[in-house]
């Protein structure tokens, strides 16, 4: 697939377009409203709007074949320190051939290149069903948006157009997890401690246990992250106490094959025979957003990691539909987690992760997708469109 000039403008003009509407998660009502005029304009067989806010455009192939999902999130997080943007952070403005702005590599500009690749490739070449969705709130609750789209739809594979650049094609992801420990002392006036139960400092035993229990190693995915990110204590302020209870969180990346269970257990087996392990609590930690919708999103922080094997009929048309368009790709790891950690790791649904921009530049100041780079994506998503026909 060849883009036509006016096509390209469209592109460029429509990542521009999101880009110049703000939209932090629970904040994707402008977006959305963007993305689903566009979906119309361009012909879309259906657009919808869900209770959560996404928005799914859905184009019918021509000829029977699979159901293929390309997925954009519609949400930025805000922007930390403007005064070190060269460009307006919600400008779009264009120079060097760069499209600047939040959102521009994560990922308005992969979103924009998949829906129109969907639109541009004629139904004639299409085998089977296109959805495009546009879905909120994955830089707070990572893929739980995409994951209301997908219950109860029968879906084979899915794109998520997060930002690899065109030489990378991430064909697995790790998991991540919060793991809260909550841990039960006894208050004394701080003169006199040997009354009380100090639990900042059976915290600080406890953790240093966890600290140095075996972490796991694994030849694909590398050694696993477990690490201490944040401790609080009650009272607070706690002048003239001992602290009666301490909270500790840690962040967590996680291997293939871990789950809740394997995973507490870990800590479990860290805290044996410690002393006053019953006052020691530990759970997997939640995440949760209000929608623009008014409806909210809620959930546990425990995503599983993913891959997509060679084998796979889905990473096989990708792989080839990179290579007839001659864009050579290395297989890697995604390391931050994205909608694929619902969509493969949680429901099992063959997933990859490709699209224009540079991970690097996201959520950093001066952020930006090369225009080249966005209308290649547009062709390559065209060309996986287009093979749908060999799917399987
Ligand atoms: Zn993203």
Redesign the pocket.
Known sequence: MNLTRDQEEEVIRFTQEMIRCPGYSGEERETAAVVARQMEKLGFDKVETDRWGNVIGTIYGAKPGPTIVFDG?TDVVPIHMPDLWEHEPYGGEISDGKIWGRGAS??KGGLAACLSAAAFVGRSNIAGTILVTATVA?ELVIGRGLGKILEGRKVDALMTC?PTGMNRLAVAGVGRTTVEMGVQGLVAHSSQPHLGDNAVYRAMDASQRIRKMPRRQDPFFGTDVIELVEIKSRPSPGNGCVPEYCWVLWECRLFPGETRETFLNRFYTALKDFDGAEKVTLKIGRVAVDCYTGERLDYEDFLKAWVTPPEEPFRKLVEKALHQIGIQVEPVIFRGC?NASVSAGDMGIPSLIYGPGNLDL?HKPNEYVEIEELLLSVKAYGRMIELTEQYG
């Open positions: 999130h994560d990922m994955e997060e994205t996201a």
